[in-house]
Nanobody, 129 residues
Framework: QVQLIESGGGVVQAGVSVGLSCATV????????TAWFRHAPGKEREFVAA????????YYADSVLGRATISRDNAKNPGLLQMNSLKLEDTAVYFC??????????????????????WGQGIQVTVSS
């Protein structure tokens, strides 16, 4: 059974950083791209960042560009998302997701939720003033 398990959320002050981890169970990590999406109350689910199976290609939402870094270590498994200079509007439930490897990791593939086959349960990040 495939599982994606997020960790690292919590309550953080505006302006500081948070690191989120995504551990996978039951799949070959290097055969999947990973991404982070978030869902804030009253808003639709939003793409945050994605990274290809090799780690060579990344995509970011405009709302986090310059403040977020997505990374992965195929030897150690966890996918990571580091977000700096947190804003109140970053408050959301953050979901890790995994998409099957394809010939190319395009933006139209990596930034779209429907590409992702497996999803974690989500983890709350609350930014306080």
């Amino acid at each position: 059974q495939v599982q994606l398990i997020e960790s690292g959320g919590g309550v953080v002050q505006a302006g500081v950083s948070v690191g989120l981890s995504c551990a996978t169970v039951g799949l070959v990590f290097s055969d999947y791209a990973t991404a982070w999406f978030r869902h804030a109350p009253g808003k639709e689910r939003e793409f945050v960042a994605a990274i290809s199976w090799s780690g060579m290609t990344t995509y970011y939402a405009d709302s986090v560009l310059g403040r977020a870094t997505i990374s992965r270590d195929n030897a150690k498994n966890p996918g990571l998302l580091q977000m700096n200079s947190l804003k109140l509007e970053d408050t959301a439930v953050y979901f890790c997701a995994a998409a099957p490897r394809r010939q190319f990791f395009t933006s139209t593939y990596g930034m779209v939720a429907s590409s992702y086959q497996y999803w974690g349960q989500g983890i709350q990040v609350t930014v306080s003033s």
